[in-house]
């Protein structure tokens, strides 16, 4: 995208504030012209006083338009203000909205940090280029275009100084342009990966101070800031050579307006009072040209930025809504998965013809190797994916047919990492809720095991548990995850490896608030443990995206089958109760003979 297309697209995000974007240009109109006159009336008020007129009602005039340009300029000052605060507020919203509907794989290649950099940035620039459109440049622009015919009306020999200041200046700012707009591009590029190593680095900290990192991402952060200051350089000593020759294009501009009029006025073809003028128009148009290259030149800097806030308007979400959609209304949770298939672009990962179904109430658990596809699996019935081909249906209506709002309100979801945001622990349970009172808030953490140690904290439900609920350890924050699916009160209900991560002894504790939780649900479960899936009623055997197995645990345990050997080594461990190691199972005769 260009430049110019770039600055096009940014002005038309004023269309919504239409009519006081056009009050505020008419303003600046006015106010041009009024600047462009002040010159005009100040050299006629020098000829009157000399040849003995009457300079006072020129006076008057002048005082007048002087003070209608005073009162337009505080008026185009506040509203240009408060119009540039508005849309920057929209635009943040718009790129936040869109950053949250793009898949996973979009967040992690970019990186969080990168992608928080690319809206705040983004939204910068754009302030910024409306902020000094509508205070400053539009009134600048129309001050040149007028200022030439009137200086040609006065004297064409005297106007054609003038006219070449403006192209010296025009040319001037085109070959710095091209000079660096490349390096300004690979400066972007530095300063997101800059920001991506911060982000990066900030966010593991333990990990950074656990392995004595510190020196070593201090020293690439230093390579990275040496290799953004060797792209950075050549780039302001081309800004730095601008300013200079635009001064001297300026000072032989004063000096030939100076001597020309001078000769001029010693053969009588131009007044005193004309000579004042023109050296008015000459202050006039060096500060509105050096007013509009200063523009120029932060826009050009700002382009590889606004060129990256656009592509992540333009980033298209994995899954988009059916135009009128209807909202889902599940009572039972009865899914079904009818000739299900999902691939991963042109490779061989994914899963193929799926076909299954949970009844309502029942739990299904899926099991099988890394990279089988069992969360592949469960992110299609939230729609995190889209299916291929096939169908998943929810109370016998199709999900690709219904809102994404409504079809996620029906699933609650406990991850094996629980997702807090660094808010109070009231607040990061009504995530599945926000409208819920303080006693539904309560009575979910009763029945996920949490009251007893969310009483304990400082302020109770008002404590702030951190980034990520650092300040909890990893048995509380898995149970605020429990609480707020409870609150929730989804029909559907996935544990997606929610207990893997903990203990076998404080996955014991919160078993009972996992009960609970599954309590007439239809459950779908990812894990690792015997004591999580041995009870499903169904469990699932996945490999190379395809079900191989399905039956309860004693009947697939008693096959010669993936599931057993599964079993036989280790695959599945039994939780061990307190004061016991943790074991395996012991083999299967099945498995054994196999």
Not at 139 to 148: D, K, M, P, R, Y
Not at 421 to 430: L, Q
Not at 458 to 483: D, M, T
Not at 524 to 541: K, M, Q, W
Request: glycine share 8%; aromatic share 8%.
């Amino acid at each position: 995208m260009s430049v110019i297309h770039l600055y096009a697209r940014a002005v038309k995000m004023l269309l919504p504030q239409r009519t006081i974007a056009t009050w505020l240009a008419l303003a600046s109109f006015a106010i041009a012209l009024v600047q462009l006159a002040e010159p005009v009336l100040f050299g006629r008020v020098v000829d009157a006083l000399s040849k003995g007129g009457a300079a006072f009602p020129i006076i008057a005039l002048w005082a007048a338009l002087g003070l209608a340009s005073v009162f337009a300029s505080v008026v185009v000052s506040v509203y240009a203000d408060r119009l540039a605060h508005s849309l920057r507020m929209a635009a943040m919203q718009k790129a936040f909205e869109r950053a949250n509907t793009l898949p996973l794989s979009y967040h992690a290649a970019k990186g969080s940090s990168a992608v928080v950099r690319n809206i705040l940035s983004g939204t910068d620039a754009l302030f910024w280029l409306w902020l000094g459109a509508l205070r400053e440049q539009l009134t600048a622009i129309v001050g040149i275009v007028f200022l030439v015919p009137t200086a040609i009306h006065m004297d064409w020999r005297m106007a054609a100084i003038l006219a070449a200041l403006a192209l010296s200046y025009t040319l001037l700012n085109s070959l710095i342009i091209r000079k660096t707009s490349a390096g300004q591009a690979a400066v972007e590029k530095y300063h997101a990966e800059v920001y991506g190593r911060v982000g990066d680095v900030i966010g593991n900290v333990n990990i950074v101070q656990s392995f004595a990192r510190i020196p070593a991402e201090v020293e690439t952060m230093q390579s990275m800031m040496r290799d953004l200051l060797a792209a950075q350089f050549p780039v302001l000593t081309w800004w730095g050579l601008l300013a200079v020759l635009q001064r001297a294009a300026a000072t032989l501009t004063m000096v030939a307006v100076f001597a020309v009029g001078a000769l001029l006025a010693s053969r009588g073809e131009l007044s005193v009072g004309e000579i004042v003028s023109f050296v008015a128009f000459a202050n006039l148009l060096i500060g509105k040209l050096d007013q509009l290259s200063g523009f120029v030149v932060r826009m050009n800097q700002q382009a590889p930025v606004l060129r990256t806030f656009f592509s992540l308007l333009d980033e298209t979400p994995s899954i988009v809504e059916k135009p009128g959609c209807a909202e889902l209304v599940a009572k039972d949770g009865h899914v079904v998965y009818d000739h299900v298939n999902f691939r991963y672009g042109p490779g061989t990962q994914g899963v193929f013809d799926l076909s299954f179904e949970a009844k309502p109430g029942t739990t299904v658990a899926l099991v099988g190797p890394t990279g089988s596809g069992k969360t592949t699996t469960l992110a299609l019935l939230q729609r995190l994916r889209g299916t291929d081909t096939g169908r998943i249906l929810i109370d016998g209506v199709d999900i690709a047919d219904v809102s994404l709002t409504s079809l996620r309100h029906s699933i609650a979801v406990v991850f094996q990492d629980a997702g807090l945001f660094n808010r109070s622990i009231g607040e990061n349970i009504r995530v599945g809720r926000p409208a819920a009172t303080d006693a539904e808030v309560e009575q979910a953490a009763r029945l996920a095991e949490a009251h007893e140690f969310i009483s304990k904290k400082p302020g109770g439900y008002g404590f702030v548990i951190g980034e990520r609920g650092a300040s909890l350890s990893g048995g509380e924050r898995q149970r605020i995850a429990i609480a707020r699916a409870i609150l929730k009160d989804a029909p559907i209900l996935i544990l997606d490896e929610a207990t893997s991560a903990l203990d076998a002894e404080t996955e014991a504790r919160i078993k009972q608030a996992l009960d609970t939780l599954r309590k007439g649900r239809t459950t779908f479960i990812i894990a690792h443990r015997l004591s999580t899936v041995a009870n499903a009623d169904e469990i699932l055997v996945l490999e190379h995206g395809c079900i191989i197995e399905r039956g309860t645990f004693e009947s697939l345990n008693a096959q010669r089958g993936l599931f057993s050997r599964m079993v036989a080594q280790g695959g599945f461990v039994v939780p061990r109760k307190p004061g016991e190691d943790e074991v395996a199972p012991p083999q299967p005769v099945a498995a054994a003979a196999s």
